[in-house]
């Protein structure tokens, strides 16, 4: 634990509005609600909810400042992708690379915009955003005094957890793989600088997140006194930065007093909320499969593919894991998703307690895995890009990849609004016997 003095976690901005009790001596699991006396683990290892096993936070290996050397590798890489090509395809003498944003552009020109759009956003906005944040949060915070811009700091941080889901080249570069073996069965296809950058890029972003201890950087921007008190008997736990504030002896402020996300003890009106998107999706679900995602045409022959007859086609070409991969990222895991939040939604209303703990854990493997779908979207926009031969061949995107990413973004919302806490809330209002918080230690593992 770090040894800044109370007295100077009270400091700055946030202590006009601190209230009577903050206190970061304590955690709140984010799937089950118990709250926990955080006791930190070793170097390396994670501190779990006792009750249904959710990850409370991990303990980096080094100092708050490993992030940063791999942080500032990833964006230079991230750039290289942006401005190289990723691939180039030879047809009958004919040449043609294509950048990440060829892929956006020529969707665009398809008339297909709002893919073009969503394409833009998680492949270049989002991981551009994400890591600029993260190496000025680490940059404020390089030299171990606590930052003066606190707030900002904050905010720049919680901004960069909240994309994190949504930053998505690891996806795209599976994307760019599926892409390469199918364009392998009808013309040369070629990785160039842009696509090996994107590897790396993946990696360096891989190691960045394993480096980095969110907690510590949560500390390190601001943290309240150690109490020894009690945990106080009502509570709100933020979201983003995991600030417990205390309501006993005044109200619950409005806003974390850290991060200055919005407080709530649950999500607002998340089964409704929740209830709606998953009925969307599972609507859009059905042109997603029955309608035609794209059209490869290869000397005037070829015909509309959809979901499904991609699969089918890896798997003539004799490309079974990648076959598969597909099959699952596309067709099992949306089902998985649908079907896994309605039992929740329906258990929740019930106020069931059966299964509590198996659903919190197909809970977390469902809001972990629901990105990885849109593997097919980039596999589209990239062969969108590159094969524009005219009457030679050419790959153009249909309808039904808007219909099937827009199940992928409906239900990535549904499970992120879903809060497992009302899960265990209305069991536990079912059968009185679940008791009161005590705080306990976490395990660690
Ligand atoms: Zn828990
Ligand atoms: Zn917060």
New binding site residues.
């Given amino acids: 634990m770090s040894t800044r003095s109370g007295k100077e976690g009270l400091n700055g901005v946030a202590s006009r509005e601190r209230p009577a009790e903050v206190r970061d001596d304590l955690i709140a699991?984010?799937?089950?609600?118990?709250l926990h006396r955080v006791r930190l683990p070793p170097p390396g290892r994670r501190a779990e909810?006792?009750?249904?096993?959710?990850v409370?936070f991990r303990r980096g290996k080094g100092g708050l400042q490993h992030a940063l050397p791999v942080a500032i590798a990833g964006a230079f890489l991230l750039l290289l992708v942006a401005l190289n090509p990723l691939m180039a395809v030879h047809i009958q003498g004919n040449d043609r690379a294509g950048l990440v944003t060829t892929g956006i552009e020529t969707l665009a020109d398809q008339g297909m915009w709002p893919l073009s759009l969503l394409v833009g956003l998680l492949v270049l906005a989002a991981p551009f955003a994400r890591v600029v944040a993260i190496i000025s949060v680490l940059l404020r915070l390089h030299d171990g005094r606590p930052t003066k811009r606190r707030r900002e700091t904050a905010r720049l941080f919680a901004w960069a957890e909240t994309l994190r889901p949504w930053a998505m080249l690891d996806v795209f570069l599976l994307g760019l793989l599926v892409g390469y073996s199918r364009l392998k069965g009808f013309a040369n296809a070629e990785v160039l600088v842009g696509g090996v950058a994107l590897g790396g890029y993946v990696l360096a972003h891989t190691a960045m997140d394993v480096a980095m201890d969110r907690r510590a950087v949560w500390q390190a921007i601001d943290h309240a006194p150690v109490s020894g008190a009690p945990p106080p008997r009502r509570w709100v736990a933020c979201t983003v930065c995991q600030r417990i504030h205390g309501g006993d002896h005044g109200p619950v402020p409005e806003r974390c007093t850290r991060c200055h996300s919005r407080l709530h003890p649950r999500e607002p009106d998340s089964l409704g909320r929740t209830t709606a998107l998953v009925s969307a999706g599972a609507i859009l679900y059905i042109p997603a499969n029955l309608l035609p995602v794209m059209t490869v045409v290869n000397f005037g022959q070829g015909a509309p593919s959809t979901i499904l007859s991609g699969v089918h086609e890896l798997a003539e070409a004799g490309l079974w894991p990648l076959a598969l991969l597909v099959f699952v990222a596309s067709v099992a895991v949306p089902v998985l998703k649908l079907a896994g939040l309605g039992w929740f939604l329906l258990a929740a209303w019930r106020g069931s307690a059966a299964r509590l703990q198996a659903r919190?854990r197909l809970y977390r493997i469902i809001d972990a895995i629901g990105r990885w779908s849109n593997i097919d979207v980039f596999m589209i926009a990239i062969l969108a890009a590159l094969v524009q031969f005219g009457a030679v061949a050419s790959v153009r995107a249909d309808p039904g990849a808007i219909a099937f990413a827009g199940v992928v973004v409906l239900t990535m919302l549904a499970s992120h609004i879903f809060d497992p806490r009302v899960m265990?809330d209305r069991a536990a209002a079912a059968d009185t016997e679940a008791g009161a918080d005590e705080a306990e230690a976490p395990r660690h593992v």
Avoid: Y
Wanted: hydrophobic residues 20%.
């Fill in positions: 699991c984010p799937d089950c609600g118990r909810c006792t009750r249904c096993g959710a409370l919190t265990w």
